[in-house]
């Protein structure tokens, strides 16, 4: 199991449990963004169910398990047309309606064993295909590894807006901004994308790299290729906070984490001082 952290720790926290068996992106990635604004969000992630280690055993067995029960559902409505065939030649009229119960009744049961994979394997397709949609292909790419230069190069390539987002503004930059995909970052701000975008919060793609995921330090070179390119260090989201706040309120953690690697922490102090508001 992992957790993931999102937003600021000073807010009222909440933990979000996806459901038995699923993603945890596809139940709550439509609303992190929301939440974040009024809490500290911790989401549950289980074993099995997480993008950053692969496939592993828990899932291979639970695909496992749904085939298996599709096909011994098909199995079993086989088994029931043959044997209906089968008394529909008897010539024990009488005694051929009662013997018609168990293969009807095997029928019913394998058609609900295949039918409840299948529904279940669709069902996931089709939410899958709606939160791409909905999120957008180049937010989605970079949401699932922020270093993938090479699709995010073919995606705006292919004619993607480098600025096409979610509903509420979030835009491809803010997303590797956030992740620290600092490649990604400078393709995206080459391919004309709009540094100083905010979201309906008022968040910028600055405050975003000030504010990285808990763990994670501000990445200086994200943050000093953004104020470069342009980004305004004097915008304020919609509860009066600039990139420098965001950077401040978890400064003092930063610092003392980076005393151990001085020629980091001279490029954070560097970062710090650059997007400080004059």
């Not at 963004?33 to 692969?54: A, I, M, P, R």
């Amino acid at each position: 199991m992992k957790i993931y952290e999102f937003g600021d720790t000073g807010k009222p926290s909440i933990m979000l449990f996806p459901g038995t068996c699923c993603y945890w992106k596809t139940n709550f990635g439509h609303v992190l963004e929301k939440l974040q604004e009024h809490f500290y969000t911790l989401v549950v992630s289980y074993s099995g169910f997480d993008d950053t280690g692969g496939t592993s055993m828990a899932v291979t067995g639970f695909v496992f398990g749904m085939v298996l029960l599709c096909a011994l559902g098909v199995g079993m409505a086989a088994a029931g047309i043959i044997w209906l065939v089968v008394q529909r030649k008897s010539r024990q009229a009488k005694e051929r309606k009662g013997r018609l119960v168990l293969p009807i009744l095997l029928l019913i049961m394998g058609l609900l064993c295949a039918g409840l994979p299948g529904g279940y394997f669709v069902a996931i397709s089709h939410a899958k295909g709606e939160r791409e949609q909905s999120r957008g292909a180049l937010v989605t790419a970079i949401e699932k590894d922020p270093f993938d230069v090479d699709t995010v190069r073919n995606l705006l390539d292919g004619g993607m807006d480098p600025d096409g987002g979610t509903e509420s503004g979030y835009t491809p930059l803010m997303a590797a901004s956030f992740r620290q995909g600092t490649d990604v970052m400078a393709l995206l701000v080459k391919a004309g994308a709009d540094v100083n975008a905010q979201d309906r919060a008022g968040h910028s793609a600055l405050m975003f790299a000030c504010s990285p995921p808990a763990g994670h330090l501000p990445d200086p070179e994200g943050i000093l290729l953004l104020l470069k390119s342009g980004a305004d260090r004097a915008l304020k989201d919609n509860n009066g906070e600039t990139a420098y706040s965001y950077l401040m309120m978890r400064a003092e953690d930063d610092r003392e984490t980076l005393k151990k690697l001085p020629e980091r922490l001279a490029a954070y102090e560097k970062a710090v001082a650059a997007v400080k508001p004059e």
